[in-house]
């Protein structure tokens, strides 16, 4: 069946559309259409060459998702073959091959260079015919490499067909093929989710996925690509300089580094150095050094090659981010949360510019799955200021491993147990109010306006009582005396009183306040005025069963748990009861009627109230029965809105959830007041 003129008219110019489309997006970084738009266009052209099968060719975008598996890679010889280059790892080696190149040119005064960041990716060989891509190959040993064409093809930033008219007949491009440092977490975080193995390192997870034999499996990798310089040319003028041809390759479609630079002499590539090492861990990409090319082309020529490198361009390395070295032990840690992260302790090794000594394990279900034992030979990484952690274990043979690492059943800090919740990685300890290593954390959560509400003492005035080891649990804040205050760093007799009488002050609170200073986790200020409400008393709540829990409004199972593992733990009880000691007591009051006047309403409170404040606004609607919540749901019944109210008066518009303002709240509560004086 003859194709009609239109449509082939149509094909021709989604093709060049699309092409255009992808020059702007993977190459310009600038797009300037909308995804859906080119959606659109693909779709289209997808559903014609589906119609008119005879229409389809090789360099047309929608090939790029890959044909049929290959039974293997067949072998491709380079024309030019791909060089690999030298090393230079710190100053002194850096002037010494700026002085073999310009001894080498017979002194031609200051030399320019062409400075780019060295990807650690995988280089490969794009051969263009007629402006048409026909073959994609690996770097192999130099001389021969592998043909992945069909791979290379599902690279979107790969040019299917060169731009423009003014290139060689024959063209070969080198570049490098990498994953970007989002697209390797997204790629190991399925992994993970799939039970599928890890890839170690981005430059691993490319160079195994380029060389897969489905290129449909290559496809779902987010590979991507900067092209680097030129191999063989037939037919075709080469620039002068290596800047030059950079410029021409990205007229043609390439991507190309927007890091890459020219500087002048071996102090511009210092510069350049430094500027690239500082901005490295912000880079998209992982980088392992960079690289200087003399930028004159004729001089390349004239400077030629040494062995399997050429002597025009040198490799400036940065510290080593990995290095293998031997696992002295594993010990848990205790963050200020609790949280226990197994740490291991290494024989020391230098690793990214620093000697290294400890790497992170994360949690127990990551120690499990490297099975990191003492004894073995690991790799270690380092990036930037990140922790190192430990990446993998070496195999060995010639070795007997130590055993498995357990988790402790007690806190290697405080002895209080240790637990984990079922669905949770993170293993905690349960002595918040004890523990040594959450002291910081659970004193200034206890003195906090919500909490106890102690003014005058912040986080520095904290540490410092810490560090004097005067305060070792909140309950030792009520022991403290001035004399002891006065020997702190800027602590005048002035501050000492007032601190003191804040101290004083707050040992009359309320039991909703009390409980949430306590810092349970998942008890929140709504839930302590649940808990407090129901149950009247401490003694009650500490002695209180799960089903006991279970009937408050806002605790679930989940919460329930907490609030049992909290005050199981002894140490808990010991610091509550001398808390109770030191002065620290509410009003007794009696169970709540369940016919209070707004029982079973709840509010959500927003913006600047003008006769009270939110916390007082709280209180109010507390003492009558009501709940106060912190976001919009379908169970809520009011929004009150004060001034300069934010996000949740337009939530609560949409759900149709009834906004009072100030006044109309403050006359429904003396309403609510009226009819509980006369019930």
């Excluded at 079922?422 to 349960?430: H, I, L, N, P, T």
């Excluded at 209180?544 to 609030?563: C, F, K, M, Q, Y």
Aim: proline content about 5%.
């Amino acid at each position: 069946m003859a194709i009609p003129q239109k449509v082939q008219r149509r094909v021709k110019k989604l093709r060049k559309e699309i092409e255009h489309h992808n020059y702007r997006y993977y190459v310009l970084d600038d797009p300037d259409v909308p995804d859906s738009e080119y959606d659109r266009l693909m779709r289209e052209l997808g559903e014609l060459e589906a119609q008119y099968a005879e229409l389809v060719v090789a360099e047309s975008p929608t090939q790029r998702v890959g044909s049929e598996p290959a039974p293997n890679f067949s072998q491709v010889q380079h024309e030019v073959p791909m060089l690999s280059l030298d090393n230079v790892f710190d100053e002194q080696e850096l002037r010494d091959f700026d002085r073999r190149v310009r001894d080498r040119l017979s002194d031609p005064g200051q030399i320019s260079y062409a400075a780019e960041p060295k990807l650690d990716g995988l280089a490969v060989s794009l051969r263009y015919e007629d402006g048409l891509l026909v073959r994609g190959a690996t770097r192999g040993d130099g001389s021969t490499g592998e043909d992945v064409t069909h791979n290379i093809r599902t690279i979107a930033s790969v040019p299917l067909r060169l731009r423009g008219k003014k290139h060689p007949r024959v063209v070969e491009i080198r570049g490098e093929v990498y994953i970007s440092k989002k697209g390797f977490a997204v790629l190991n975080a399925q992994a993970l989710k799939d039970n599928s193995k890890p890839f170690v390192n981005p430059r691993n997870a490319a160079a195994g996925s380029l060389r897969r034999l489905d290129p449909k499996l290559t496809a779902q990798y987010p590979l991507q690509i900067f092209c680097y310089g030129l191999g063989y040319v037939d037919d075709g003028a080469v620039p002068d300089t290596h800047s030059e041809t950079l410029s021409v390759l990205r007229e043609w479609g390439c991507r190309i580094c927007p890091d890459s630079t020219v500087v002048d002499s071996v102090e511009g590539c210092l510069r350049y150095y430094n500027k690239i090492g500082k901005k490295r861990e912000k880079l998209a990409y992982e980088i392992d050094g960079v690289v200087y090319k003399v930028d004159r082309t004729d001089f390349q020529e004239k400077l030629g090659f040494v062995s399997r490198a050429p002597r025009w361009a040198i490799a400036h390395k940065f510290p080593a981010h990995e290095e293998m070295t031997v696992v002295n032990g594993v010990e848990f840690q205790v963050g200020r949360t609790g949280a226990l992260t197994p740490v291991a302790r290494l024989k020391p090794v230098f690793v990214g510019g620093v000697t290294v000594s400890n790497a992170t394990l994360h949690n127990i279900d990551e120690l499990h799955r490297k099975d990191v034992r003492p004894g073995d030979r690991v790799v270690v990484r380092r990036a930037g200021d990140v922790i190192p952690e430990v990446v993998k274990v070496v195999p060995s043979s010639k070795r007997k491993r130590g055993r498995p690492v357990r988790l402790p059943n007690k806190c290697p800090v405080c002895g209080s147990l240790v637990t984990r919740a079922a669905d949770e990685a993170v293993a905690r300890c349960s002595g918040g109010l004890f523990c040594p290593a959450q002291r910081k954390q659970a004193l200034a959560h206890f003195v906090s306006r919500r909490a106890m509400d102690i003014d005058g003492l912040g986080g520095k005035l904290i540490d410092q009582l810490v560090e004097a080891d005067l305060v070792k649990t909140s309950a030792d804040l009520y022991g403290l005396d001035k004399d002891e205050l006065l020997g702190l760093e800027r602590m005048g007799e002035k501050s000492a009183d007032k601190l003191l009488a804040s101290i004083d002050k707050s040992r009359v609170t309320s039991l909703a306040r009390f409980l949430y200073a306590l810092g349970i986790r998942e008890v929140g200020e709504t839930t302590a005025a649940s808990l407090a409400g129901h149950f009247v008393s401490l003694e009650r709540l500490m002695s209180a069963d799960e089903d006991s829990l279970l009937e408050v409004p806002d605790v679930g199972i989940i919460v329930a748990g907490r609030i049992i593992e909290f005050f199981g733990e002894p140490h808990n009880r010991s610091v509550i009861a001398e808390l109770k000691q030191n002065g620290v007591r509410w009003p007794k009051r009696k169970k709540k009627s369940k016919t209070g006047p707004l029982d079973g309403v709840t509010f959500v409170l927003t913006g600047t109230l003008a006769t009270m404040t939110r916390d007082e606004a709280k209180e109010r609607i507390i003492e009558l029965g009501g709940r106060v919540t912190g976001s919009i749901s379908k169970n809520t019944d009011y929004l009150v809105a004060g001034a300069k109210a934010g996000s949740k008066l337009k939530k609560a518009e949409d759900a149709r959830v009834k906004v009072l303002p100030e006044d109309e709240f403050v006359s429904l509560v003396e309403r609510a007041v009226i009819d509980a004086k006369e019930t």
